[in-house]
């Protein structure tokens, strides 16, 4: 530890007296500051790229005994630390660079913000009073306003004194109320900053209850039971936010008392087995149009759920309301109403607001009509019967849904497992062949339908939930993060990627009209994905057939070996934009 000695006092007037000797005292810089206030509120895992200013931070964050994973890309960073906030209702830390290395961290920041997980952006920034006066310092940005804009809450941090005021508004920002991304601003000269030791460590903050609950209304309660009481074709609608708030038990029982029809979305799957015989999966097309009251607990009526409107609900044109009535409970007191009318808002966090919902659903409680639940029963046995059909085929060369129906099996007999996915094809046919069994195991493209997140994800489930990891990639998607490759084998994480292989975007069949180049959408034919991982020592192995593919990830999970598996599909087996040629401006035009 450093020692400063004070500064002698000397009086006005009297000839000076020489200093009495002071004992040293003991100091604490800017550095090591940082890293107690993370440690003190638990944070123990840091997502990151070094370099100036922050490269120490990471050396003796590490030997200080926080996990400091290292990538070769910030923005895969960036995402790995949103989805750890997701795995753990604590903010995933990401730590940059200045102005380059901010920005690659941006996009995952503005992804957290969008997708309501909480995770805060740590970048190291340059001299304020050259960058204030743009004079041109190294890796010049005024990064706090560049942020602001696509983040819940920007900090910056200017005297050593106040790392820990700081570093508790941004965790405070991060999870309290609808959770999101906040950017934390830390200037090269903070870290070289020394404070006395004790009072610095005084400065600190152990932030209590961070995400306070918030307790529902009981008449808003009682506005919603009354609802669903009333109603002859209930729905519930499960979303990320059901699966964030780790209400597991209840939801289940919510779910299961009530006897009403449920829907999970994308990363709710699994918050109840998606072969429970409640699930309406199977039959959206047919659920979402016909339902008269529908609960939401933590989705949202975006793009995701045709903004709540148009023929998806039964409406008569795009436009139109189907005329269900709506039950929204959600943590934001402004979602309501965003897209249509809710008939009964519950705001407060789901947690809080299922038990409440639960106490209502007493013994004089009566199921929904046999007539819908029956109705529900038919259609999703019907289509489920006719997708095993289609998965039951073995064609050659091997599409989506032989490649799938083996994933499907080995997910089934690893339910703990996680599954991360993306990609266009690839991330439907998954999302709809492949059952979940459990909560918050599958971990997707999320709001936006990002590209990019795969490998990141990868590492943060990794790490954050020791389990084996499954990753069902486009091989277009594989490619925006394919590098951290090399990071799941230097740290040598139980990952085994599947590259669903159809030479492109979509389709691997695209062709310049003029002849000259590769068609946009399209790769090197026959590229070998799996020499990625023999390059960094993992294991790589080349699939044509569902035999092959099932005996590499076997192994792969037995190992816990990275492995990347190249799965060769057919390049005419995809669809344009997967399931969602709808938004395609071209594609829609020629409807
Ligand atoms: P999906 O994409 O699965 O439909 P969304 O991301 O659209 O889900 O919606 C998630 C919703 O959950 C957001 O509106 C968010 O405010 C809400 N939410 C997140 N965490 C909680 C929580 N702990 N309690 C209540 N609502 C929450
Ligand atoms: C950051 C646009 C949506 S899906 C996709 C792109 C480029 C790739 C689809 O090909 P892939 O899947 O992965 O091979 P498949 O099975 O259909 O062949 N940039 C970002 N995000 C998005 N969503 C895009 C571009 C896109
Ligand atoms: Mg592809």
């Known amino acids: 530890m450093a020692t400063v000695t004070p500064p002698a006092v000397s009086g006005p007037s009297a000839a000076p007296a020489p200093a009495p000797a002071a004992a040293p005292v003991e100091t604490i810089d800017g550095f090591q500051l ?50 750890a906030g997701f795995l753990t209702q604590k903010p995933g830390i990401c730590l940059t660079v200045s102005a380059p290395g901010f920005l ?34 190294y890796e010049e940005m005024d990064q706090l306003a ?26 405070r920002s991060a999870v309290s109320g609808r959770p999101g991304g906040v950017y934390l ?36 309660i009682r506005r919603a039971v009354d609802l669903l009481k009333g109603a002859k074709k209930p729905l519930i609608v499960l979303g990320k936010g059901a699966a964030y708030a780790q209400a597991d038990a209840d939801i289940k029982a919510l779910v299961e008392r009530t006897g009403i029809p449920y829907l999970p979305m994308s990363m709710a799957k699994g918050l109840l087995p998606d072969t429970h015989e409640q699930c309406a999966s199977a039959a959206r097309s047919f659920v979402l149009p016909a339902a008269d009251v529908v609960l939401l607990i933590g989705a949202r009526l975006n793009w995701l759920l045709s903004h709540g409107k148009g023929k998806t609900w039964g409406g008569k044109s ?16 402004i979602e309501a109403d965003s897209n ?38 038919d259609k999703k046995t019907a289509n489920v019967a006719k997708m095993a059909e289609t998965l039951a085929k073995d064609p050659q060369p091997m599409n989506f849904h032989s490649a799938l129906n083996v ?25 709809s062949i492949v059952d979940m069994y459990k909560p918050r195991k599958r971990i997707d493209v999320g709001t936006w339908g990002i590209m990019g997140i795969g490998m990141g994800y990868c590492v943060a489930a990794a790490v954050e939930t020791k389990q084996q990891v499954i990753a069902i990639e486009g091989d277009s998607a594989f490619g925006f993060s394919g590098m951290e490759v090399e990071t799941i ?78 799965a060769v599909i057919d390049e005419t087996a995809g669809t344009e934009s997967g399931r969602i040629t709808s938004l395609n401006p071209s594609a829609a035009k020629k409807k």
Request: proline content about 6%.
């Open 34 to 83: 940082v890293i107690e206030a993370l440690k003190l509120n638990g944070l123990d895992t840091i997502y990151g790229l070094p370099g100036i200013p922050i490269t120490d931070l990471t050396r003796r964050a590490q030997a200080d005994g926080l996990r400091v994973l290292a990538f070769r890309h910030e923005q895969n960073a960036g995402y790995a630390a949103s989805i």
């Open 104 to 137: 690659n961290g941006l996009n995952a920041l503005a992804h957290a913000t969008t997708n309501c997980f909480p995770m805060i952006l740590i970048s190291g920034s340059s001299e304020r009073e050259i960058v204030d006066l743009q004079q041109g310092d």
């Open 146 to 171: 560049v942020a602001k804009p696509v983040c819940k809450a920007a900090f910056r941090v200017l005297h050593a004194e106040d790392i820990g005021v700081g570093i508790a508004r941004a965790i």
């Open 185 to 220: 601003d830390l200037p090269a000269k903070l870290f070289a900053q020394s404070v006395e030791a004790v009072a610095g460590r005084a400065s600190l903050i152990k932030v209590v209850d961070p995400a306070p609950r918030q307790v529902p209304a009981a008449d808003a």
């Open 318 to 333: 795009s436009k139109d309301w189907g005329g269900q009535k709506f039950i929204q409970v959600d943590i934001s007191p």
């Open 340 to 377: 249509v009318k809710i008939d009964a808002p519950v705001v407060g966090d789901i947690a809080s607001c299922v038990s409440a919902l639960l106490k209502e659903v007493n013994a004089g409680w009566t199921r929904p009509p046999a007539e819908w639940t029956g109705a529900v029963h």
């Open 407 to 431: 994933v499907r099996d080995i997910v089934k007999a690893n339910p703990d497992a996680m599954l991360v996915n993306e990609g266009a094809n690839a991330l439907d046919f998954t999302r």
């Open 489 to 566: 084998c230097r740290y040598e994480l139980p990952v085994c990627i599947v590259v669903m292989n159809n030479n492109g975007v979509y389709k691997g069949t695209d062709k310049d009209p003029t002849g000259r180049d590769p068609a946009p959408t399209v790769f090197v034919k026959g590229a070998r994905y799996d020499r990625i991982a023999e390059a960094f020592g993992g294991v790589g192995v080349n699939a044509t057939t569902p035999a092959e593919l099932r005996r590499a990830m076997e192994e792969a999970i037995r190992s816990r070996r990275p492995t990347l598996i190249n």
